[in-house]
């Protein structure tokens, strides 16, 4: 069952993706994911595992490497009451669905989770939470894995 | 129908009527890439979809994140960088500055533009009369491959700002107390409009500014009517003319917001770590500082460069502290050479950094170490940002920045004026 790891407000794109380490490739990238706020983040997360977090999240850099640490870790899901805007069409288009919570009542760090991203619901602790839905424009890209999937079947259909 | 700036700009794109809250596909007139998300991370996707660019002469690359290349594999990125410029034919600006800084200066901004840059501070772009803004690698190939980006039309958040600044203060300062007002969330990416007398009043640079940090309060842009100070910029940067009459949010539109500022009663602001939104006037801030820092695409162009000197000419800094000095572009740095600015920061003892990200992005070696407090013209200043996790970043304008340099702790400039 994937688990809870839960962060405060306005966690920044500089936390998942330091500069230090952006000139390596992503695998070298993930390791220091979200080092500086929560050290032990990249070592413990396990695949299907969700991120949640509070208002304003990835704030900050147009590197989609913050996002796309966090998918490199198997992360499934991201979920906050408030994404800032390029990491979180950065996030959608990587394939790694980012989900605004109505509230994070009853959200326990390390607690087990299940989101039923149809439905736009958030299962924790015997309590179902409300997510807004993806947007339609955005769910066909999303359901081809992201951008690069869907742009090569729009390439690769018409050719 | 009333309409705002940013629906104005979109309708352009699109070639139809702009209705907020509908998502639309518009046609990207400019495309700006850099060398950290660009050539090595669109190419492989380019490849994999088995296309080239677009439009060849739409797409323009700066290389600032990683020049000067002074890791092995930094250098590696910028040789690749240069590589694809020249299989491209792209236009290639490399070592010339921070690419919001020298797209404008070498003429490729006009009013009117919608315009793509793979930097989360794209909305510089907006002091001109630009929808602009940024994406990631990924949304940027999609962007080089298509020539089209899918956008939800923004309501308008209008700040205006009215009376003058008082001498000591500027753009930097207006825009920490704007982040520190309605927080870096306030702008709900949705489009920023900076109006009012002072905003008029202000020069591009100074404008670019403002624009700039509509990254830092969560805005998609940062937009700026344009006006005759924009035209005679761009005329002598050899911008193809451009109508922009209509480049306006009308009267009695339907604004989402309108915060008021009055800028005649503004002091020097500064933030405290780690947040652009920590704002408060420089005389409430207390703290020594170690490293006095001037650079960034918000704080080391010309007169950026012009103000720290005023305030560092015949002074010397503080035993302990040290400076340095990364002017945004090579031509700013050219001019403020000619001007004799940069002697006065060779006097202070400052290390000239290039023309480059350098300490901001935090991507080369020169980065901030352990338990450093650093007072920066930059514009963001998140944990380990800049350096170390434990390091301190302050943020101010160039003013506030050589002042408490001189000090060796955070002072209101006016008082060395």
Redesign the interface.
Known sequence: MPRIFLFGD?I????MA???H???GIEALAAHCLE??RSEFSSTVKRGDIVVGG??FG??????QA?EALKHLGVSCVIAT?F???F???AL??GLPAMVASTLDGIEDGAEASVDQRAGTLITNGRTIALEPI?E?IAPMLAAG???PF??QR??GA? | MKQTLAQKLIARSTGAPAIIGEVVTANVDLAMIHDSGGPRRVEPLLQEWGVGLWDTSKVVLISDHFVPGDTGEGARILTLTRQWAREKSVTFHDGKGICHVVLPEQGHLTPGMFVVGGDSHSPTGGAFGCYMFGVGATEMAGVLATGEIWVKVPGTILIEWTGRLNPGVVAKDMMLQVCGEIGMDGGQYQAIEYAGEAVRALSMQERMTMSNMAAELGGQVGLIAPDETTAAFLANAGAPEADWSDLHTDEDADLLAHHRFDASTLPPQVAAPHSPANAMPATEASSDVDVAYIGACTGAKYEDLAAAAAILKGQKIAPGVSIAVAPSSAQDQQRATNEGIMKIFEDAGARILPNACGICAGYGTDRLGADVTCISSTARNFKGRMGDPTSQVWLASPYTVAASAIAGRITDPREFL
Do not use: C, W
Not at chain 1, 12 to 15: C, H, L, V
Not at chain 1, 59 to 64: A, C, K, M, Q, T
């Open positions: 306005n920044d794109t500089d936390q330091p500069g230090q952006m000139k390596g500086g706020v208002k304003n704030v900050g850099s147009s590197r989609e996002a408030s800032a805007g390029i979180y069409r950065n288009n990587l947007p424009n992201g951008l690069a742009l090569r390439f690769q050719a």
